[in-house]
């Protein structure tokens, strides 16, 4: 297998009727996908609305699942550090070692009866690396998802950071051509849901398309409800090397 850096950026844009289209955030991610099977993403994400969140996140999975192996978490909200973390995950464990305002020096461990399924950090390329888990031999339907961990519960990923273990179910609608800033496409077009119960505050509507092909690149993202939010991809770069 040849290493491949797959670079990118993606623009976060709003979708309300006073603010439609106006930019309000963007995200640089840079994905490494290395010979021993395992991806590393790095990405820099901002949000400008109030208070503006910047996130720093490293996180290393595998590539045929996208299941977490480590990750390291910085956030700042405010213009102020809120927290940073350091998290490890091995067969019927997790473990973190974090220090936030609200909480100081925490460590914690998690007893799961497998390997966490998906660790959501919050940069949005993850929401599409999220849909390998989606068993496409099953063709379009609904996949649940019961051994997911996030990094924070809240919607932009402003606290923490801090394990909350939730479940949710993939929806996959079917494949179809999407036109983006970064080009023409085929995608395939996934829905998350299930949320109600599984966290403090159901999440809005969200669909998601991403590449498809094996890199599952995320294209566009929206969320509708209280955030009506658009994501999408802007700048795409696939360096390969022997």
Known sequence: MAHRVIRGSIEYTSQKPERMGAIR?????????????????????????????????????????????????????????EGSGWMHFASGYAECQTQNQRDGRISQRIELPQRVDWL??????????????????????VHALEHVVLTSPDHRGATGPLFYVTAFDLVYLGNETLSVAAGTFEARHFQVTGTAGNLPEEHPPYDVWCTADDDYILLRASAAGYMQTRYELIELNVDTTP
Do not use: N
Not at 120 to 141: E, F
């Open 120 to 141: 959501q950090a919050h940069p949005i390329i993850g929401d599409a690396l999220l849909m390998r888990l989606y068993p496409l031999a099953q063709g379009p339907g």
């Open 25 to 81: 955030g963007r995200e640089w991610f840079t994905l490494s996908q290395q010979p021993d099977g395992t991806d590393v993403l790095l990405a820099h994400c901002e949000i400008d609305d109030s208070p503006k969140v910047t996130r720093d996140v490293c996180l290393a999975m595998r590539h045929e699942d996208s299941s977490p192996l480590d990750c390291s978490v910085r956030l700042s909200v405010g213009e102020r550090f």
